[in-house]
């Protein structure tokens, strides 16, 4: 979840006390290893999908996904870079920069939880029905439709004529509410929009299909008799499990966050007992890092559960072993070949 949308996000400086130095190098060696680790594992993996010629409903979530994920890691390169330097913009300080990286952290984090919903429920109806096929259509359009809507969202800001703004506390670019001149209920209606209803409300049909899951697993060994079928079915569905266990996770922190800041917003008169510094920390550690954290663990439960991944990221490390030993332009041929056909193939 990201903070951008806040309505105590702070901008500048000016606006609020310093951090502390340890807090930047903290964030920004967090920020660090999620970039390298997850923009390299989910490359991977995003490659792995690509030359597989296999075209299911899954595979296409599963690149969806997958796409996002590298998006969001990929964030972590600007922020790491802001982070080392104290919380100076440095990048970000260019207009059309800080406005790209606003409009994607605004979508990213929203997309990947519309995703693992959308993956979720197609796979509860497909054990539910299984002689239902769903279309490719069925799946693509809600996708399509709900990323119109999140890009749609995120100009927010200009149609007041307001910009995003680079967080020297948050280290991301983003917009606040109270920038815009608005009745303080709509403007608390539009908060509970943009966090509890966008970010908590998913984990409902999410976790109802988690346990329908479960639940048909169970039962399957009377529903499905060929026993190839099952099994496909049921890693399936088990990696798909892992997947909605990995987002129920890591955003359990957030929810109750972030029903606690709307409680507190709307009431008025209640304050999170915690100093300024402790404050951010939370705010940082439970809406930026965590989201950040699960696009890692995405790939690594890709890596755990898909044999054919396993086998595709050792035949890459043999192949860069080889053409460490000898560099020969005819054995790196060779291996890209055998490396292609044989991750079509299989």
């Known amino acids: 979840m990201d903070t951008s949308t806040s309505q105590d996000h702070g901008a500048h400086s000016a606006d609020h006390p310093m951090l502390p130095q340890y807090h930047y190098i903290l964030y920004g060696t967090m920020f660090s ?56 913009a440095a990048l970000l300080q260019h207009p059309i920069v800080c406005t790209c990286h606003g409009m994607l952290w605004n979508i990213a984090p929203r997309l990947s939880i519309f995703l693992i919903a959308v993956l979720s429920i197609s796979r509860t109806l497909s054990l539910i029905y299984p002689l239902r096929k769903m279309r490719k259509i069925q799946i693509a359009a809600p996708v399509v439709v709900y990323t119109l809507l999140q890009a749609l969202q995120s100009t927010i800001p200009f149609w007041f004529g307001k910009r995003y703004k680079f967080s020297d506390i948050h280290l991301i670019c983003g917009w606040a509410l109270n920038d815009i001149e608005m009745n303080q209920i709509v403007a608390s209606f539009l908060y509970l929009l943009f966090t509890t209803v966008q970010f908590v409300l998913p984990a409902v049909p999410i976790v109802l299909s988690c346990c329908l899951s479960c639940y048909q697993l169970r039962n399957s060994n009377s529903t499905i008799k060929n026993s190839e079928t099952k099994c496909r079915k049921r890693q399936a569905t088990i990696t798909i499990l892992f997947l909605t266990a990995a987002y129920i996770f890591f955003n359990l922190p957030v929810w109750v966050y972030t029903i606690t800041k709307n409680v507190i917003v709307f009431r008025g008169d209640w304050e999170m007992e915690l100093s300024y510094e402790q404050d951010v920390l939370l705010q940082n550690l439970l809406t930026t890092h965590t989201v950040i954290v699960n696009s890692i663990v995405n790939a690594v439960v890709y890596l755990v559960r898909l044999t054919g991944l396993r086998s595709f990221v050792c035949r890459i490390m043999r192949g860069m072993c080889v053409w460490g030993r000898c560099g020969k332009s005819d054995n790196v041929k060779r291996l890209t070949h055998q490396l292609t056909h044989q991750v079509t193939m299989g």
């Open 33 to 88: 290893l999620e970039f390298v680790l997850g923009t390299g594992l989910n490359v991977l993996v995003l490659v792995y999908f690509l030359t597989k010629r296999e075209a299911s409903n899954s595979r296409f979530l599963y690149l969806c996904i997958n796409s996002v994920d590298i998006t969001i890691c990929g964030l972590s390169f600007l922020s790491a870079v802001t982070a080392f330097k104290g919380g100076s």
